[in-house]
């Protein structure tokens, strides 16, 4: 399988600071990248695929981009609604698999 | 707009059986090139995919769970079921079930997903 390494595993950020959470694939995935956002008791949501793809309806303070096999998921200015746990996934390759998720906090 | 709702026993005996069904209203669910996926998320712990079933007749288990699991579907009512045997206290998790897009390679709408807890 190929294994999907997030970090930070959580941060803690003030309103309005840029954020950056990384997903390391082990082996090329192209662009084959999604991010979910999953918020305190809800289902997980679509954010981002083709790694750098806003789903429609995302804010534009969110951005994704790659460099190889490293992944970049970036708040551009943080408001309180971001707080969540955050996730990639690759798709390259079916099974696909999940990276263990960062926790987003507000300060 | 196409939603998913789980549903499930909540509470478990371990070494018993964990039987879900996932409840699909507002669409299809034999689109082309699509797969109905399981997947869980144990507490404190990230998402792990449970399997799929697409629209090829192949279904597809994780390695890890393979000998433990069986899945199902009732298209004429859109539903598709999860059967996990011999369940210990680390199937516990929340259950969520969604479409998986071969095309784009997505998992979007998910259900709200159902809580299942393996205690005695």
């Known amino acids: 399988d190929i294994q999907m390494t997030q970090s930070p595993s959580s941060v803690s950020a003030s309103i309005g600071d840029r954020v950056t959470i990384t997903c390391r694939a082990s082996?090329?995935?192209?662009?084959?990248l999604m991010w979910y956002q999953q918020r305190p008791g809800k289902a997980p949501s679509l954010l981002i695929y083709?790694?750098?793809n806003l789903q429609s309806g995302v804010p534009p303070r969110f951005s994704g981009s790659r460099s190889g096999t490293d992944f970049t998921l970036t708040i551009s200015s943080l408001q309180p609604e971001d707080s969540a746990t955050y996730y990639c996934?690759?798709?390259?390759?079916?099974?696909?698999?999940f990276g263990q998720g960062t926790r987003l906090e507000i300060k | 707009q196409l939603q998913l709702q789980e549903s499930g026993p909540g509470l478990v005996q371990p070494s018993g059986t964990l039987s879900l069904t996932c409840s699909v209203s507002?669409?299809?669910?034999?689109?082309?090139?699509?797969?109905w996926a399981w997947i869980r998320r144990p507490p404190e712990k990230g998402l792990e995919w449970i399997g799929a079933m697409c629209d090829t007749g192949k279904t597809y288990y994780s390695s890890t769970l393979k000998s433990r699991l069986i899945m199902s579907a009732d298209t004429s009512n859109k539903l598709f079921f999860l059967n996990l045997y011999s369940v210990t206290a680390a199937d516990t998790a929340v259950y969520y079930c969604?479409?998986?897009?071969?095309?784009?390679?997505?998992?979007?709408?998910w259900g709200q997903g159902t809580p299942v807890t393996v205690s005695s």
């Open positions: 996934q690759q798709a390259i390759i079916f099974p696909t698999t």
């Open positions: 082996q090329n995935i192209d662009n084959l």
């Open positions: 969604a479409p998986y897009s071969k095309s784009e390679g997505w998992f979007d709408p």
């Open positions: 507002g669409g299809s669910v034999t689109y082309n090139n699509y797969c």
């Open positions: 083709g790694a750098s």
